[in-house]
């Protein structure tokens, strides 16, 4: 049996080997000390907790730990949960082979295993000074290990009983564990700013992301909040990069070109991507000639730096159908996914073409850390883009669909973008955004730059779409220089149920134009805000909210430090 790119074996291996450099982590000795300091401090911080009695269940044994090694500690714990989880899983799915969700389920929780140990690989002993960067990137990795686990919940939420109860319980105790981790890393690591300004843990803190005082460069300086406006590199972006995204692609040196009359290595992306080295630092690209492309594909987390090349938007596509009504999860439906570090996409479409009938179905799932798109087109309906998770970039590209039609849990900043909403089926409402922060301290969300939201032709006769709604309880989006169209229904946003999120979301709109833009018809919840101060939005900038200048550059992609 197999699990994504895992075969059963293969995935115990792997949740072992972490156990196994956890317990090897504390026998060296980790700063941990028994004694009752450890224990009052354990209390004391425990406390603060989100899931405070899963805390200290998780701690108890770590007793004298210090304020320095407790997040270390912390986030070393949920190893144990994700082992359960995993085992949980694996029975489950032997049991009910028929449910395609726990096939989703396993991958994810190697995924979650990886993000933790990669979490505790990059500070060693926390007993030192993290670096800013540092601590963005255990931010991020514990993150997208909660979005994960909340993934594979997702996966049966629509089923009851027996089989939901197999991976429920489990799930729930994970996503504590690293919920608590989140916190308590936050707790003594304020230096990272968590999306308030402040730096401190949000957990009881029903508007996440509402805090002043940050430092950082204006967002203010472009006068023109159209596409295509204003272009600069960012300054992690090398040279080679640069110049990928910049010339023709004839002109490129390229590893592998896909042809479907033959004239390439490859007839199809998925050879292609078969033989593509893993690991790889250097940049290895695969342009793929003009040409529709029907296949589902997925690029491993082991194929790092891959770089896909079309011909043109209007002249690559890659495009199939699958979709939840079929029987498929959303996150299985998708026509590409992508989860290599460092993936970049230029001058190609990803679309699903199941039509608005077969509800979710997504053209591209990206769970790829440093992730950028660049002239891309994105074509479906519902779900058509999901932003997983890590941080990801997109300039220039077309986003086309219906309902919550750019959806996930990343940290995820879309600049010069067009959205295009389309005609919606009769029982259905447009909203273009679904985000999936459901932990106040997850350094995640959309934000959305210098865009153009519009409707379609076949709009015209109903013309009328929310920005978005609240998925998870933090939802969090902002719209930033933004030209609206009339399309944008006058209250902006819509509620997902009742009041659910509607106190603790962060929705929020700065400076935009067009006639949707108008604010006196605006949803008057407390997670909604019109953004007035530049220490607000400074927080989501490229920078600042992605750490973009660190990695953006070796893209090739130009991006807007300033808006």
Request: neutral net charge.
């Amino acid at each position: 049996m197999r699990f994504g790119s895992y075969s059963a074996s293969q995935v115990v291996w792997v949740l072992s080997a972490a156990i196994l450099t956890m317990s090897v982590a504390a026998w060296m000795g980790i700063a941990i000390f028994h004694n009752g300091s450890g224990v009052k401090l354990i209390d004391s911080s425990c406390k603060k907790t989100p899931y405070p009695e899963a805390c200290v269940s998780a701690l108890q044994s770590y007793e004298g730990a210090n304020s320095k090694n407790l997040a270390h500690i912390t986030v070393k714990a949920s190893l144990a949960g994700a082992q359960e989880a995993h085992n949980a899983t694996l029975k489950a799915a032997s049991e009910f082979p028929e449910f395609m969700a726990f096939e989703d389920c396993i991958g994810l929780f190697v995924d979650a295993v990886d993000h933790v140990n990669r979490s505790m690989a990059e500070v060693p002993g926390l007993d030192m000074n993290p670096s800013k960067a540092q601590i963005a990137n255990v931010k991020t990795w514990i993150s997208a290990a909660l979005t994960d686990v909340e993934t594979c919940l997702d996966g049966f939420r629509e089923t009851t009983g027996t089989v939901m109860a197999k991976v429920e319980e489990h799930c729930q105790s994970l996503s504590r564990s690293l919920s608590n981790a989140l916190y308590v890393f936050q707790l003594y690591f304020p230096d990272n700013d968590n999306g308030s300004g402040s730096g401190r843990p949000l957990f009881n803190n029903p508007h996440p992301g509402s805090g002043y005082g940050f430092s950082g460069r204006p967002l203010l300086n472009n006068p023109n909040p159209h596409p295509g406006s204003g272009f600069s590199f960012p300054p992690w972006m090398s040279r080679t990069d640069r110049r990928l995204l910049q010339v023709p692609a004839l002109e490129l040196q390229v590893n592998a070109t896909v042809a479907q009359d033959g004239s390439g290595q490859y007839n199809t992306i998925g050879e292609a991507l078969m033989h593509v080295p893993s690991h790889a630092s250097e940049r290895y690209v695969v342009y793929v000639k003009a040409g529709v492309y029907e296949e589902n594909l997925l690029l491993y987390k082991e194929k790092t730096n891959v770089m896909l090349l079309g011909d043109g938007r209007d002249r690559t596509i890659v495009a199939s159908s699958k979709n939840v009504k079929d029987g498929y999860t959303t996150f299985a439906s998708a026509t590409f996914a992508a989860s290599g570090k460092g993936f970049i996409a230029r001058d190609i479409t990803f679309a699903n073409f199941a039509g608005p009938h077969k509800n979710q179905a997504v053209a591209l799932r990206v769970g790829a850390d440093l992730s950028a798109f660049y002239r891309c087109n994105f074509i479906g309906f519902q779900n058509t883009l999901y932003v997983h998770s890590l941080r990801q970039f997109y300039r220039e590209c077309n986003i086309y669909g219906t309902v919550d039609f750019i959806l996930g849990n990343a940290a995820a900043i879309f600049q010069n973008c067009t959205i295009i909403v389309r005609a919606p089926m009769g029982n259905q409402t447009n909203t273009i955004t679904a985000q999936g922060r459901n932990d106040p301290n997850q350094n995640t969300g959309f934000s959305i730059q210098n865009c153009s939201i519009v409707a379609s032709k076949d709009l015209a006769p109903v013309r009328s779409a929310y920005l978005g709604k609240p998925w998870k309880l933090f939802s969090r989006t902002v719209i930033i220089h933004s030209f609206l169209g009339d399309v944008i229904h006058p209250a902006g946003w819509l509620e997902w149920s009742e009041d659910y999120g509607l106190e603790r979301v962060y929705f929020g709109e700065y400076m935009n134009s067009g006639p949707g833009s108008k604010l006196d018809g605006r949803v008057g919840w407390g997670g909604y805000r019109v953004i007035k101060r530049v220490e607000e939005v400074n927080v989501f900038s490229v920078d600042n909210f992605i750490s973009g200048a660190t990695w953006l550059p070796s893209s090739g992609i130009p991006f807007d430090h300033e808006l």
